[in-house]
């Protein structure tokens, strides 16, 4: 008898889950808008010719060998990726205020931050997080060792933020306590604050509450096209002078998913309590997983560190976002061209990887089992995952969906 007769099967994961049911449906005309991966307009991963040149150069190189990094990781990665968030000439990096650790992907960086909140937060060890987010984050900050609660964010009657809502309940929460954002391109709704709205949200939790915003970046320069605009909340709480947490990913702006490149940097007051922070976040990592992996942050360094390498991935980057807004108005046209009932201005409006649908759980299902088109049971859909081919496909079942 086995000591794991027990053990129950856990249900698929929501997102990934999609992908499994996608792979057994034999339908040719199937359709993944599921998991937020870019593809071309012929439905392939990219991989960006940058990437391709960077890797090149480094398996050239003599030095190349398989030691083990330390346990932060490389380091001209770590001062590269503060750079990119931050601005490179942000006066937190001058005056020593901040600990950048690379970690593994967005993902691991969230995972670090949030055990070392929980260790050594002098504030409230609570994040707040919005409704709705990105499953995962309910599943990291509770295992982490934060309570975990929630602030509105996302208002379904406009297919917009409930920036009141958001609000009040950030005035409400315990000071000390910290505030998951979304640093550009939330998911899954799309929908950001605009300056403005940030500049409130600013207040609040600087001025009139003490709460410690950590952003989570998983689309930098991927939503707008341009990674100044997309760091543009970040930086605003950076510049404030106050503390901030943030954790990087590489996967989506990149097209690094499995490579697992991420960092998480810590900006504190003072560069005697970064040093410290520095070396109690070493202390999260060596028992969890030792030392990150060399070759996907060594890629990033060497095209942060390259200015023409640069120069070519802001153009690859722009030419991805750029694909994905044009997504956004041909299946705002097709549903228009079909006179699709609804107010579809939500996707044109919305930011980034996902359209926040409306549809149903019931209109996702119906989607699913009569067009083969397969995306998250709460309607939202991956505009990188589309292409001019599938859109029509898209409008047909969507207008199927609400009509039937
Ligand atoms: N945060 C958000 C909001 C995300 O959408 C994602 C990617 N789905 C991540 C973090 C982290 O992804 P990864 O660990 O692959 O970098």
Redesign the pocket.
């Known amino acids: 008898d086995s000591f794991f007769s027990h053990v129950q099967q856990a249900p698929e994961d929501p997102i990934l889950g999609i992908t499994v049911a996608y792979n057994n449906d034999p339908n040719p005309a199937k359709v993944n808008l599921g998991v937020?991966a870019y593809r071309t307009e012929e439905g392939k991963p990219l991989l960006l010719t940058v990437l391709q040149k960077a890797e090149e150069t480094l398996l050239a190189k003599e030095s190349r060998n398989k030691e083990y990094l330390g346990i932060t990781g490389i380091p001209e990665f770590n001062k590269l990726s503060a750079q990119l968030i931050l601005g490179s000439d942000c006066p937190a990096i001058a005056e020593k205020r901040v600990s950048t650790v690379q970690c593994l992907?967005?993902?691991?960086s969230?995972r670090v931050g949030g055990e070392f909140l929980a260790r050594h937060y002098g504030g409230q060890k609570i994040i707040y997080v919005p409704v709705p987010t990105?499953g995962?984050h309910l599943k990291i900050f509770p295992l982490a060792g934060l309570e975990t609660r929630t602030y509105r964010y996302y208002d379904p009657k406009t297919k917009g933020l409930d920036y009141a809502g958001m609000v009040e309940d950030l005035r409400a929460a315990p000071s000390g306590a910290v505030v998951l954002l979304?640093a550009c391109a939330h998911?899954p709704t799309g929908v950001d604050p605009t300056q403005e709205q940030w500049e409130g949200i600013r207040r609040v939790i600087r001025e009139e509450k003490q709460l410690l915003p950590f952003f989570?970046s998983?689309?930098q320069g991927f939503a707008s096209g341009s990674l100044d605009t997309d760091a543009w909340a970040v930086r605003r709480f950076v510049n404030d002078g106050g503390e901030v947490f943030v954790?990087q990913?590489y996967?989506?702006n990149m097209g690094l998913?499995g490579e697992?490149v991420?960092a998480l940097s810590v900006i504190v007051k003072g560069a005697d309590v970064a040093t410290r922070v520095e070396s109690q976040l070493k202390q999260v990592i060596r028992p969890m997983y030792s030392s990150p992996p060399t070759h996907g942050a060594a890629i990033v360094a060497s095209i942060l560190a390259d200015k023409d390498l640069l120069e070519e991935w802001k153009v690859e980057l722009k030419g991805m976002a750029d694909r994905i807004i044009s997504m956004r108005h041909q299946l705002f046209d097709a549903l228009k061209e079909r006179k699709t009932p609804g107010n579809w201005d939500h996707i044109l409006n919305q930011i980034g990887m996902f359209t926040f649908t409306g549809l149903n759980k019931e209109q996702v299902e119906y989607m699913r089992r009569e067009h083969h088109i397969y995306m998250t049971l709460d309607g939202r859909i991956s505009m990188a995952g589309l292409s001019s081919r599938t859109v029509p496909q898209l409008a047909d079942a969507i207008h199927s969906a609400v009509t039937k």
Do not use: I
């Open positions: 937020g992907s967005g993902t691991g969230l990105w995962n979304h998911n989570d998983a689309y954790a990913s996967a989506k998913y697992r991420g």
